[in-house]
């Protein structure tokens, strides 16, 4: 269901895959247990709502593209760590990241690790990251129109996490 802005219609802008993508290595848990590591290359799709500005868009696709990029960036050709793992210990020292699950025990350093506050480095939770950081840079660039943001993290083609938040709360 689209959610409807404060002038009581909705407005949507979408962007998808070709610019937006990142290719990063993980694993996720599931019930205690850890996959191997493995890396996919990820395509992101991305929605952006509100409000018509005075020049009747949305956002520029422009500037919504740009910051989506920047946050690929943050993610591409990194190792993608869930910092709120309750399977998955890690600790920093010597500018290296070392990471615990069972026997497994990998070295990495820390400049290749996208260290993310979140629980699991599940599809989902990936989408869900990225539509708050997506968030905080139209934030940043005057955004006061939008009243959500949706993302989906493609791991392969058919095989997406959505997310989608409601930024009204969280224009100010």
């Known amino acids: 269901m689209t959610r409807v802005c404060s002038s009581g219609m909705a407005f949507k802008i979408t962007l998808e895959r070709n610019t937006l993508r990142f290719a990063a290595a993980h694993f996720t848990t599931a019930g205690g247990d850890c996959e191997p590591l493995h890396g996919h290359n990820y395509d992101v799709f991305l929605e952006v709502e ?3 500005t005075a020049d009747s868009w949305v956002m520029d696709f422009s500037l919504v593209k740009q910051c989506a990029r920047d946050v690929c960036q943050e993610l ?7 910092a709120r793992s309750t399977s998955v210990a890690w600790e920093l020292h010597d500018g290296e990241i070392e990471v615990r699950h069972g026997n497994r025990r990998y070295v990495i350093p820390a400049s290749d690790v996208a260290l993310l506050e979140i629980d699991n480095s599940t599809a989902e939770r990936l989408a869900e990251w990225f539509a708050a950081r997506v968030w905080e840079k139209l934030r940043e660039q005057g955004a006061g129109n939008v009243c959500r943001v949706t993302v989906g993290v493609e791991e392969m083609p058919g095989q997406a996490g959505w997310f989608s938040l409601d930024v009204a709360d969280r224009r100010a």
């Open 50 to 52: 509100g409000d018509l």
């Open 76 to 82: 591409d050709h990194r190792f993608v760590l869930q």
